[in-house]
């Protein structure tokens, strides 16, 4: 029977493939990602990462910079050092929290402690998560998607809100 028989749809060609978008590329804007660790092979390795990701990576190696840029403008995404919050005070992420869109950024600690208490301790300063040193770039990434779901839920929210106002007003 003709009409039962199995057709295979024809498959796309190779040049019609390579052409098609990134679906990352697609759905991320370049996101706002400051790098504040005083381990230069560390920060390399963000900073590679996090490009390769699509964000616009900013870098610096001490807690009174990455507080200076924070104040000028907050970024979507905070990775730091646990050292340089210590170093600092655990109120650099409470001053980051504090300023105006600083409650929006995501802040992820780096940390080389397991301890529960010391986690915990990270968490309740204002830390959204945490990556264990040495980092794994495989867990690195895993968590930078986690990360990056957060941003776009945050970012979402506020278009929500203002666009609420918005209509308030009108």
Same mark, same amino acid.
């Given at each position: 029977?003709?009409?039962?028989?199995? /057709? +295979?749809?024809? $498959?796309?060609? +190779?040049?019609? /493939?390579?052409?098609?978008?990134?679906?990352?590329? @697609?759905?991320?804007?370049?996101?706002? *990602? &400051?790098?504040?660790?005083?381990?230069? *092979?560390?920060?390399? !390795?963000? %900073?590679?990462? #996090?490009?390769? $990701?699509?964000?616009? @990576?900013?870098?610096?190696?001490?807690?009174?910079?990455?507080?200076?840029?924070?104040?000028?403008?907050?970024?979507?995404?905070?990775?730091?050092?646990?050292?340089?919050?210590?170093?600092?005070?655990?109120?650099? *992420?409470?001053?980051?929290?504090?300023?105006?869109?600083?409650?929006?950024? @995501?802040?992820?600690?780096?940390?080389?402690?397991? =301890?529960?208490?010391?986690?915990?301790?990270? &968490? =309740?300063?204002?830390?959204?998560?945490?990556?264990?040193?040495? !980092?794994? %770039?495989? @867990? &690195?990434? /895993? $968590?930078?998607?986690?990360? %990056? #779901?957060?941003? $776009?839920?945050? *970012?979402?929210?506020?278009?929500? /809100? %203002?666009?609420?106002?918005?209509?308030?007003?009108?």
């Amino acid at each position: 029977d003709p009409s039962r028989r199995n /057709v +295979t749809p024809p $498959r796309p060609s +190779t040049a019609a /493939v390579r052409q098609l978008p990134n679906p990352a590329a @697609v759905t991320q804007s370049r996101m706002r *990602t &400051l790098v504040a660790d005083e381990d230069a *092979t560390s920060r390399a !390795l963000l %900073e590679q990462v #996090l490009g390769s $990701r699509g964000h616009d @990576v900013t870098a610096c190696a001490d807690g009174d910079t990455a507080w200076t840029l924070c104040q000028a403008d907050p970024p979507a995404l905070l990775l730091v050092s646990s050292t340089l919050l210590e170093t600092h005070g655990v109120p650099l *992420t409470r001053r980051i929290r504090a300023i105006p869109g600083g409650d929006r950024t @995501v802040i992820l600690a780096l940390t080389a402690s397991a =301890q529960p208490s010391s986690l915990q301790a990270l &968490l =309740q300063a204002g830390c959204n998560d945490y990556l264990m040193r040495p !980092l794994d %770039e495989a @867990v &690195l990434k /895993v $968590r930078l998607a986690i990360a %990056e #779901l957060g941003v $776009r839920q945050e *970012t979402r929210a506020k278009h929500t /809100v %203002e666009s609420a106002r918005r209509l308030s007003f009108a």
